[in-house]
């Protein structure tokens, strides 16, 4: 079956960095688009970041744009987004998903947390 | 970048009554293709979001049949004919048309009362 285990969560300070990762298993990775997708504390959704199935094509939320970068490696099965330059406002729990037409965000990790504090 | 709009964001419903819910888009949503790219998604508590709707009016796998959606344009409904206990949670609905970015709407909360 599919699965998304998303890793790499924790506290950092503002202007600090973290990586996170998604492992995904049950379907062939590269064949398909994937997002992150965060969920601030008590708030709604919002989506941050597409890579396509080979990686040839990014795509990043005005609010993250400049300071996330979304990666892939197809070898390892593994969706990765590097945060620099962390502020408070990315505090959320982050999310993957699959991404692909015609049912985009059909299987979701269960998320990581990411908290921005000093 | 698309607004989505949804109401109510809060209702309570008897089991065994219908539920409906409205999202409003800021563009319309009909892509040259001919296919309208808006998604309902259900966030349980506790989990993460699960896709119920693509493309306006098309169950996902395994969702039951007691959801439907419809609309067109920039109007849509995602309705639940005969509410059960395990469809608490938020109701986001979603456009896909005019990436990036993907938007979500503000979400609506449903309730068993």
């Known amino acids: 079956q599919v699965q998304l285990v998303e890793s790499g969560g924790g506290l950092v300070k503002p202007g600090g960095s973290l990586r996170l990762s998604c492992a995904a298993s049950?379907?062939?990775?590269?064949?398909?688009?994937m997002s992150w997708i965060r969920q601030a504390p008590g708030k709604g959704l919002e989506w941050v970041s597409y890579i396509s199935s080979s990686g040839s094509t990014i795509y990043y939320a005005d609010s993250v744009k400049g300071r996330f970068t979304i990666s892939r490696d197809n070898a390892k099965n593994s969706l990765y987004l590097q945060m620099n330059s962390l502020r408070a406002e990315d505090t959320a729990v982050y999310y993957c998903?699959?991404?692909?037409?015609?049912?985009?965000?059909?299987?979701w990790g269960q998320g990581t947390l990411v908290t921005v504090s000093s | 970048d698309i607004v989505m709009t949804q109401t109510p964001l809060s209702l309570s419903v008897t089991p065994g009554q219908p539920a409906s819910i409205s999202c409003k888009s800021s563009?319309?949503?009909?892509?040259?293709?001919?296919?309208?790219?808006l998604y309902w998604y259900l966030q349980k508590p506790g989990q993460s979001p699960q896709l119920l709707i693509y493309e306006v009016s098309s169950r996902f796998s395994g969702v039951p049949d007691r959801f439907s959606g419809s609309g067109s344009g920039t109007d849509f409904t995602l309705k639940i004919s005969r509410v059960e206990a395990e469809d608490v949670g938020v109701y986001y609905c979603m456009q896909g048309i005019h990436l990036p970015p993907y938007t979500f709407g503000q979400g609506t909360k449903l309730e068993i009362k």
């Open positions: 998903a699959r991404d692909q037409p015609p049912h985009p965000f059909d299987y």
């Open positions: 563009q319309s949503l009909l892509h040259s293709d001919g296919k309208t790219y």
């Open positions: 049950g379907f062939t990775f590269s064949d398909y688009y």
